[in-house]
Structures are given as C-alpha cells and as structure tokens.
C-alpha cells in the first residue's frame, strides 16, 4: 500500500474537506445547538433573580418532588425487571421467545400517546376496571399510580436493550463454572454475573432516569393536569408555557436541559469504559 | 403489558365495525393522519442528505470539536420531548432568532405544517446519523481506490460506489426517523398551533378524544395508527432486504 502512491482522487482537496466539515458544523449548530442555547438564553431573560423565584414557587417545587417520586419508583424497577428480560432472552431458548423480545422493543416503536392511551382503556373513568376501582376508591388515573404505570412501560427496553447484546457475547461459561465450583445462585449473581455487566447496566440505568424523568407525551395522557398534584416537570413546562410564563417555562425546561447534558456527558464517559473492557476481553 | 396492549385491539369495537369505520373516516382525523404520516415521512426524507453529511464527515474526518459534535448528534433523544417543543416554538416564532429572520422571506413556521415539520426534522437526525455511521466505517476501502484507479473522479466514486452501498441503510434510517416521526407528540404540539384540519397531528386528537371520554374512538385511532405504521415499516424492511441482497 505504502510504496504506491495514492491516486490523487482518495485524498479530498483541502478545500472541499473544510467545506464539507463547515456545512456540517453548521448544520448540527442550527439544528442541535441553538435550540439548547435558548433554553437557557430565555430561562435566564429576566436575570437570575427570577429563574430562583421560579424555582421557589409551591407547584414548581412540588413538580420537581412528584418527577423525583416517579423516577425513584420506576428506575429501580425497570431495572430489575429489565435485567431479568435480558436474562430470560439472553441465556434461554423458550416458546414465546420471539414474542418476548418483541413486546421489550415493543414500547419504542409506539407513540408515547399510545402509551398512556392503553391505561386510560383499562384503569380511566370508562375503562375495563374503571367502575370497580371508582367503588373501592382507588385512583390510577389522573394520580400517581397511573403516573408510575405509564412511565414504567415507556422506560421500560432501556436496561433490557443494553445487556442484551453483552450477555449474549459473554456467554454463559462463567456463570456454570461458578456454579460447578459450588457457587449458590445468589453468589453467581453477585459475584460473576452482575461484575460482568455493571458498566452496561449504568448505561441503562441512566438512559432510563433520564427517560422517565423527562417523559411527556404517556404522563401528558394519564396525569389530569393539576397543578401542585399530578404535573412532572415537563408537564409543568407546558402549564406554565400555556400560561404565557414565558420565564417561568424555560427556567423549568433549563433543569430538565441539564439533566441531558449531564445524562449525555456521563454516556460519553460510559461509553468509553464499554469499549474499554470489550478492547481488554 | 399483553392487557394493555388487549385494551387496544378490543375496546374500538364497542362501535362496532361500522362506527370504527365512521370514526376513523371522519375528515378531521383523515387531515390529522395525513399530515403526521406525510410530514413524518417528508422529515425523513430531509434527514437523508442530512444524515449522509453529519455521518460522513463525522466517520471520515478529524477535525477540532468532533468529541462535541458526536455528543450533539444524541440531543434530539437526550432533551425531553416538552423541552425541545418550547425552545423550537422560541427560535421559529415571528420573533425569535430564526423566525425572524424568515419573516422577511414571507415564511411562516411556527404555528403552522411547517412548524411540525421542523420539530419532526429535529427528532429524527440520529436515527439516521447513527444508522450510517457504522456502515461508512465498514466500508471496505478498495473499493472507493479500486474506482479511484480505474479513473473515476470524486463525484463519480460517491454516486456509483458509496450510495449504493450505503442504500439499504439509508432506507433503515429513514425507516427509524419515520417511525419515531408518526407518533412524535411533545416536540410538535408546541409549534403546531394545532389547528384541526391544518395543524392538528394524530396523537393530539387522540388526546383531544380522551378527554372527551371518547375511549373507543381514542382507541380506533391509536390502533389505526399502529396498524399502518406497522404495515409501512414492514413494506420499508422488506425493500431494505431487497436492496441488501441485490448488492451482495
């Protein structure tokens, strides 16, 4: 290779490289980027006095608080459920394995208004157990329960998605060897399997938070919108942007902005420790 | 997550077939439908050349901020759904930064199609971009030197080398983008000015029959949408397979 010289068409000139790499840089800049700096560049109008004040507020609190709530509710149990998908998928072959892979994929490919739309059907005024829960008086919809349900299932192939691919590369070698050694299952999940796959399961796990914190259209569905009770805080954004609370909206859209940007800045250094172990296996 | 899915396939018949039917043929839901499958796919098609240029010069060349830029590409999917619909009604409104610079022009976008479109651009550039990428960096070099050789300029080698190659994953790309497109819901509804008939996209009016109680026709329409999302990408995967093993 080195001893031919390279035809002079596989190297670009210089001129249509810088070229090419401008029209790009600019098109990420006006695409991308702008609309992340008027966030932030509205949010912050009025000074920084008013970006506190809107913070301070009874229902931005309580819409801070209520996102917290769902996200430490339904992170925690995606994951489990979604370690134990990719388990089930990863190291078996059953009937219905096709069926199950497809139903983890499932919530990806269907608008987030769908669903939140599925759990109206069965738990609203007019769904399937609609009539039963109003006589016990339990509240799904237009209440927190509801909030959880319609998150869970949006966030839910986050974890899954990530240690597939892994668990399948990885094998279940090790795994049997602890267990021919006399490892109980217990020790194996600890010690071999959860090791093997903990820089996976992160991704996961944040791309799930971040997911279930800044979800709109499922919540937008089963939340009822009342203020102080049943608005995260991107439903929150779209009171306060309905509202003509132009500052107000963008100071809460800037938290939830940060909160990519660190999502997006802890993927960067994730993903540098997954390419880091399947370099070193 | 079967009896969800159960409630859709069979509360739309409470109507009967005759009234899914009226339902769903009902004008304003034909507009809604129309305009979220024609701009889900007009945005994928934008996001064709689009894509081909980020992908490109992000796998083929170095250059200052290129760690930055591959964050970027990601932000459509990291910056929650609301976040992206306020900030685009901001830039594209007659005031803001962009907008007002299209006022001149005569452009309207904000609070109109064009507005949707513009949101739908905006969420599906990673789908494609990183669609491509992969396949541009397995792209087996010979090839591009052995028509370089053989004589062929620049433009000649990407038209009738590289294109091709990348054909089946431009469709997948496109596939993805669409798909994401037609039930996007919390990027457009702030820059749509969700005008029925003009401005009003599908899951807005699914919404819209929720609230109205309507829960079957809600339903109709959501099962609807599912439906041909599901039968177009099935006719994308297919064409996408043809397209692979032509070339192989």
């Known amino acids: 290779m080195t001893s031919v010289p390279m035809p002079s068409a596989l190297t670009p000139p210089r001129l249509q490289r810088a070229v090419l790499i401008l029209l790009a840089v600019t098109l990420m800049g006006v695409l991308l980027l702008l609309p992340l700096v008027v966030v932030f560049s509205e949010a912050l109008s009025q000074g920084f006095e008013t970006v506190v004040e809107a913070l301070e507020t009874e229902d931005a609190r309580a819409a801070i608080e209520l996102t917290l709530l769902v996200a430490a509710i339904t992170v925690p149990l995606n994951t489990v459920c979604g370690m134990a998908a990719a388990w089930c998928l990863a190291r078996f072959q059953f009937p219905g394995r096709t069926l199950l892979a497809t139903l983890v994929e499932l919530p990806f490919s269907v608008s987030p208004v769908i669903s939140g739309l599925v759990w109206v059907l069965l738990f609203g005024a007019n769904g399937w157990f609609g009539p039963w829960l109003d006589a016990h008086g339990v509240r799904i919809i237009f209440a927190l329960p509801g909030l959880v349900l319609a998150t869970t299932f949006v966030t839910f192939p986050f974890v899954a998605r990530a240690l597939i691919p892994l668990m399948r590369a990885q094998g279940p070698a090790e795994e049997e060897a602890a267990l021919t050694l006399g490892a109980n299952a217990a020790q194996v999940f600890w010690h071999v399997t959860l090791p093997n796959i903990r820089w996976a399961l992160m991704y996961g796990v944040l791309l799930c938070n971040a997911r279930a914190m800044g979800e709109f259209g499922a919540v937008a569905v089963v939340s009822g919108h009342i203020r102080g009770q049943t608005l995260t805080m991107p439903l929150y954004v779209e009171a306060l942007f309905n509202d003509y609370d132009w500052v107000g909206a963008f100071t809460v859209a800037a938290l939830l902005s940060l909160l990519a940007l660190v999502t997006l800045g802890l993927r960067v250094l994730l993903e540098r420790h997954m390419d880091h172990g399947r370099g070193a296996a | ?248």
């Open chain 2, 1 to 248: 997550m079967l009896i969800p899915l159960a409630a859709l396939v069979l509360r739309p018949w409470e109507l009967g077939a005759a009234g899914v039917w009226q339902s769903l043929t009902d004008p304003r839901v034909l507009a809604a439908l129309r305009l979220s499958f024609g701009a889900a796919a007009l945005a994928a098609a934008i996001n064709l050349p689009f894509g081909l240029l980020i992908a490109w010069v992000m796998t083929r060349y170095r250059f200052p901020g290129r760690r930055l830029a591959d964050a970027l590409i990601d932000m459509p999917l990291a910056l929650p759904t609301a976040v992206a619909g306020i900030s685009l009604t901001a830039l594209f409104a007659p005031k803001g930064w962009i907008g007002a610079l299209l006022v001149p022009l005569g452009v309207k976008v904000a609070y109109t199609p064009l507005g949707v479109l513009v949101a739908l651009v905006f969420v599906g550039l990673p789908f494609v971009v990183r669609t491509l990428e992969p396949v541009m960096l397995d792209l087996p070099a010979e090839a591009e030197e052995a028509a370089a050789t053989l004589g062929a300029t620049r433009l000649q080698t990407l038209c009738r080398v590289v294109l091709p190659a990348l054909a089946p994953s431009l469709l997948t790309g496109f596939a993805a983008a669409l798909a994401r497109g037609v039930g996007e819901y919390g990027s457009v509804i702030f820059i749509a000015g969700n005008m029925p008939m003009v401005s009003e996209i599908a899951p807005l009016l699914i919404v819209i029959r929720l609230e109205q109680f309507d829960y079957a026709g809600a339903a109709a329409l959501g099962l609807a949408m599912l439906l041909l999302s599901f039968l177009l990408l099935l006719a994308l995967n297919r064409g996408q397979h043809r397209l692979a093993r032509h070339l192989a």
